[in-house]
């Protein structure tokens, strides 16, 4: 089998883990920004619907309206959650930088490839051994008795 198709093979593989964890993150992390944001702005708008300085119904029920208009705009929502993904994303990215890089390398490279996919195969055995088997990571829940 040829080297150059091997490490292409990997680093597709890697660059698509790569851009789907990316995206997996951006979206959880639009939700979060969303119910984040949208609760703060509930709150902003909440707490001077319910205070009043008489008892007019008009005022009451006027303050309802724009509580309740505010409430189910959805424009700032969107935004949110444009800012949430593009956050999560980029930052899933930054955490991803050695093995986009690595599988960049063995993409479009010709004459390095072979060290790329090397890097890629031993960066997928420590990602293994430390981060999925949790080998050489202290144990705080074991008891020294």
Known sequence: MNWNVVSKIAGGVTAAAVLYNAHDVGKKMSEEYVKERGAER????????RRTDDRNATTSKLKDFY???????????KINAGIGYVKGAFLQMAADVI?????TG??????????????????????LVCDVMDVGRPNHLHSSE
């Open 67 to 77: 509580f309740r208009v505010n409430a189910d705009w959805n424009l700032p929502d």
């Open 99 to 103: 093995p986009a890089a690595l599988a």
């Open 42 to 49: 509930m709150l902003h708008f909440y707490v001077p619907s």
């Open 106 to 127: 063995a993409l479009l490279t010709k004459k390095f490839s072979k060290l790329f996919t090397a890097g890629l195969a031993l960066y997928g055995i420590k990602y």
